[in-house]
């Protein structure tokens, strides 16, 4: 028995041997970034046992994978490194390695992340010989002053000029200017900061922040009724990684050289965090230990470990004056309390539906038709297959076509546009389209005249479950038997199958704020959505038809709620709310006079852009198939989502 027992050990012991050599990768337990180990030092350590090929760190963890030219390296590397012990650099503190052989090893190839949008990094904006002055210029050793309002928190030294910042309110107290203003050395630095285009106005405030390793910022957003748009931060000392958080959870970590100037202006200002984790060591790229400005990558291939020093902030603003009439209502202090009684509540009954939707759907295209125009260019590639796939010679009818960017996709058909807006009518024909004014639930076109209908970003922007219903109707009575029809609505899921829409994917990099977003290539669904338009009527949201009970038929609205406002290019919250759009420069169409009722915050000054908010409701999941199947005289032929909306194709029965 025990001759066979001693030949089964053998026989697993060789199998195991036969495993082990036919792996060439490693998890190292213990010799991670989560730890305290550097890229460099446990380089360091593996490349003594062979030719290492990849060494991957994940970021926060305390475990590395390493992976070798043969299996006899990895073998070699295993009996040598498998409990051993090792001291830590930098953290004088000792750890025992434990390593295991892993078959596969998968990774992804990190894509590059975009700045938040209005996010500038200037690296050497001053000299070494600069840099030491204005360090040398702050005494820290003084106590507490009112002159400069120095303040020791918990988590950092604090010193303001000009202003001191509240920080148990927040805000500024504009009234009670610091003696002395601002510190003369800072006079030329900012003098080239408006030189060169990086400030319009000329900072009155100035906090200094002093960091020792280990201290940082909680996640905030400078008060905006306190400080003008821009901000600018100026990192002397030492370099660090800020981190910027989206409100939908995405952030980015950017890397601030040391004599670097962060410029925060727009987006990035208004509507994105931005703070410093308290740690000792930053995670950063090892190809760029020059200090490289830019984002972080979670490149596992090429992450590290870099001691921070101590870090001297200079954050210059401009204090505010006036209440602030950002883009940005939920996050907006000056806002929130004028919304209350600005903002309109639900409808209750056919006037008040027909009274919302003039305001805050027919009124604001009217005003922006030129702007939203400009930004309405590229056609969406699963409506051209549509109006490409009908027969030659067919009737098409664009219900709520806008700018008529449909109406000359397929010169074989016979198509003619309507939107309730003149001015969006009036580009149509300079363009040669064939359009009219009309309300989309009443066309003047025959009953039965049509081979095809096309309502594209249009239905979302009726208030009531049963004004939506009619504009379906009205569709449908458009068409002759057989005939069919494409409409496309806003989704209230943004992120569909584990993906983001568009929409949410361009805030991040598209230079088109809002909606504004800029689309070119033709194959790249544009989410007007966010705005489209839309012509006709209108929308808000009383109630989901009484009969549909697929899922994502959305709730009643309670008795007397106000609308709320979006975060432009952030997941929807609500079914029924105003979307902004930002008048670029400020520009109406001619002559035209802005109705108070449906700008935010009109009571700001004239060199500010006003900002329109139109109607909106976004259909759940199921929502829009049901209204069409509640219609007699239609079937759904198709019903698909595209890049966030829920789009059906009907046939007239």
Known sequence: METGKNTEDHLKAHKMKKKILRKQSLVIANAGLGNGMSRHQLHRIVDNYGV???????????????????????????????????????????????CNFVGKVFWKNSVPTSLPPDLKVIEDIISPEEERKMLESIDWRGDENTQTAQKTLKHRRVKHFGYEFRYDNNDVDKDNPLPGGLPEICIPFLEKCLKQ???????????????????????????????????????????????????????????????????????????????????????????????????????????????????????????????CNCIYPSVCDSQKGQQRQAEPSFPHNEMEASELEQQYVHKVYEEIATHFSSTRHSPWPRVVEFLRSLPEGSIVADVGCGNGKYLGINRDLYMVGCDRSKNLVDICGEKDCQAFVCDALSVPIRSGSCDACISIAVIHHFSTAERRLAAIRELARLLKPGGTALIYVWAMEQEYKNQKSKYLKEKHGSKDKEEESSTGTSQRLLDDQKHDRSSQGSACSDRLLDDSEDKGCAAKPVADSRLPVHTNRTSFHSQDMLVPWHLKGGIKKKGAVVDEASLAGCKESQELSPVFHRYYHVFREGELEAACRSLDCVRILKNYYDQGNWCVVLEKL
Do not use: C
């Open 52 to 98: 290492v090929e990849t060494l991957l760190m994940p970021p926060n963890k305390p475990y590395s994978f390493v992976q070798y030219e043969s299996t006899e390296e990895a073998k070699k590397a295993f009996d040598a490194l498998n409990g051993k012990e090792v001291t830590l650099e930098d953290f004088d503190q000792n750890i025992v390695l434990y």
């Open 197 to 323: 285009g990086y400030i319009k106005h000329k900072p009155d405030q100035l906090t200094v922040n002093q960091y020792e390793p280990g201290q940082g910022i909680p996640p905030h957003i400078d008060t905006h009724s306190a400080f003008e748009d821009e901000i600018i931060s100026l990192s002397l000392g030492s370099e660090i990684v800020m981190d910027f958080k989206h409100p939908d959870g995405h952030t980015v970590a950017v890397m601030l050289p040391r004599r670097s100037l962060l410029v925060m202006t727009g987006e990035s200002r208004y509507l994105w965090t931005h703070g410093i984790t308290p740690r000792k060591y930053d995670v950063i790229q090892a190809s760029e230990l020059g200090q490289k400005v830019g984002t972080i990558t979670a490149d596992v291939r090429d992450l590290t470990l870099k001691r921070r020093e101590t870090r001297t902030s200079f954050t210059f603003r401009k204090v505010r004056r006036s209440s």
